[in-house]
């Protein structure tokens, strides 16, 4: 019983780590699915609190799990995962049934599951859970309280970094549709050569003498009996492409898409879902990524989500030149985590995009400094962190173990 009690631990600990990194990580995602569900349940009032509920609830899972892990605070860290994994497995049961949103959120956009697929896989994981829950008491606690407390803090600290770091500048890992390489033409094209078609399961009813009889394609009856109706249900929806939304009109409301996507020069996008949010201490440097930009023959122009008099204003008031497409509002909060952010095309790929903390600067704007910046490693960040991560846990464990921090448990 002890090896089913520690590995249901292990498992659960691990599944709160990974739920907590991949919401930690992307902290806008997680704050836009909490205004979602705010919306789904009439109670908007609480947005403005979204994206501090996004990063509190992360750092709470990852300090659960990291707990469990490591076998520190186990008893409280044991209750609180019970009382989480409760509630939203109820949770869960209820947007299955009622379907208020599509997608529960529940590892971010790094494994999408439907409300029922989220239900079944909570079931699944309640059984270890209820096994830590059950034997809370019989884990004995690898270190001494003194140690416990600095572990339980370097998990906390672990969040709350990656979360800072993920909202300061664009999310460590990629899991979108857009994420840097991405061929935009290709990953909508719904017809590509070799890709999975929908499946069709057609019956087709008739009658004859009063009485009614289903039928397969492959086996029709003979011309005596007469056709009541057919019946058609796909079995599989086959390929479905990634991007399907991604639409840019003009003013106009002219289709434009095709224009940027078959571009063969640089393509500067900035991406401002809302004009009325880009902080001001931005403003000098869209100016000059617009200048320059423009300079140097790049296609640059503003995509938003803002009525049009809002972006006129704007660009008025801040002696804009650039021109400006309209797009899908969750379009362009998808493509990039930062209002304003920047994405560099090239006949369609995207090569690199930034948040505006992170705008390159004007002298790094021709098109070989661009160039090389495509070229940069696109997950260093992502390494360094998990690097960061793994040492920090491995070196507190060996000085722990060396000094004897060890519990009068052990």
Not at 179 to 208: H, R, S
Not at 293 to 319: H, L, M, Y
Not at 341 to 355: A, D, E, P, Q, R
Not at 392 to 399: G, Q
Request: proline content about 4%.
């Amino acid at each position: 019983m002890k090896f089913i009690q520690n590995i249901s631990r292990l498992l659960i600990g691990l599944l709160f780590i990974f739920s907590g990194f991949v919401k930690a990580i992307d902290p806008l995602g997680s704050t836009y699915k909490f205004t979602d569900y705010f919306i789904a349940f009439n109670m908007e009032w609480l947005s403005p609190a979204a994206l501090f509920l996004a990063v509190a609830l992360s750092s709470i899972e990852f300090v659960i799990g990291f707990a469990l892990l490591n076998n520190v605070y186990t008893k409280i860290s044991s209750v609180l995962m019970f009382v989480f994994m409760s509630f939203f497995t109820l949770l869960t049961f209820y947007l299955a049934l009622a379907n208020p949103v599509t997608d529960c959120g529940c590892f971010g956009d790094a494994i999408k599951l439907t409300n029922w697929q989220t239900f079944y896989k909570n079931l699944v994981f309640m059984i270890p859970a209820g096994i830590v829950f059950w034997k809370r008491k019989h884990f004995s606690p690898r270190f001494n309280r003194p140690a416990q407390l600095i572990i339980a803090i370097v998990g906390i600290l672990i969040s709350l970094y990656i979360s800072k770091q993920s909202y300061n500048h664009l999310p460590a890992i990629d899991f979108r549709p857009y994420k840097t390489g991405t061929d935009i033409n290709l990953a909508m094209n719904d017809n590509l050569q070799g890709a999975p078609q929908p499946q069709f399961e057609t019956k087709i009813v008739y009658e004859k003498n009063g009485e009614k009889k289903t039928f397969t394609t492959d086996n029709l009856p003979d011309s005596t009996w007469q056709w009541v109706e057919t019946i058609s249900n796909q079995t599989d929806k086959g390929y479905e492409p990634p991007i399907h939304n991604f639409l840019l009109t003009n003013n106009m409301k002219q289709d434009v898409t095709d224009k940027v996507l078959n571009d063969d020069g640089f393509t500067l996008m900035i991406v401002a879902y809302d004009i009325e949010q880009i902080p001001e201490a931005s403003y000098d440097v869209l100016h000059e990524i617009s200048d320059v930009g423009g300079a140097n023959g790049f296609n640059v122009f503003i995509a938003t989500a803002s009525n049009p008099e809002d972006v006129d204003q704007f660009k008025r008031e801040q002696s804009l030149l650039t021109k400006t497409y309209f797009a899908d509002p969750i379009t362009l909060k998808t493509i990039v985590r930062s209002n304003p952010g920047i994405v560099l095309l090239k006949s369609g790929v995207i090569l690199n995009k930034w948040h505006y903390n992170d705008f390159p600067q004007a002298n790094k704007m021709s098109e070989y400094h661009l160039y090389k910046a495509s070229l940069q490693k696109q997950h260093s960040k992502t390494m360094m962190l998990i690097g960061f991560f793994i040492g920090i846990w491995l070196l507190l464990s060996a000085i722990f173990e060396i000094v004897g921090f060890k519990s009068r448990y052990s």
